[in-house]
């Protein structure tokens, strides 16, 4: 059975973080992403967050991520 497909970019960024990014900080930009987006994956230590999210947006995510650091890697793909 085949399921149809609402978000049309797999998305998939690091981000270099340049402040604390807290628990609360990533349950917060987790629920960002869940109102974006689905299938996230969001992973952080204290020098990056690795993001994975099937979004319509890419921009989006990306520009949240952004207020916690420097993007170092990106890849965005058309979802079919």
């Known amino acids: 059975e085949e399921k149809e497909i609402r978000f049309g970019y797999c998305t ?23 109102s974006i987006g689905d299938s996230i994956v969001c992973v952080a230590d ?3 967050v ?20 420097e993007q170092i890697g990106r890849a965005s793909c058309r979802e079919r």
Not at 13 to 33: D, G, P
Not at 52 to 57: E, R, S
């Open 46 to 48: 204290s020098e990056i």
């Open 12 to 34: 998939e960024f690091i981000i270099l973080l340049k402040k604390e990014f807290t628990e609360e900080k990533e349950r917060e930009f987790t629920a960002f992403l869940e």
């Open 50 to 69: 690795k993001v994975h999210v099937h979004t319509n947006d890419p921009g989006k995510a990306i520009s949240r991520a952004l207020t916690y650091g």
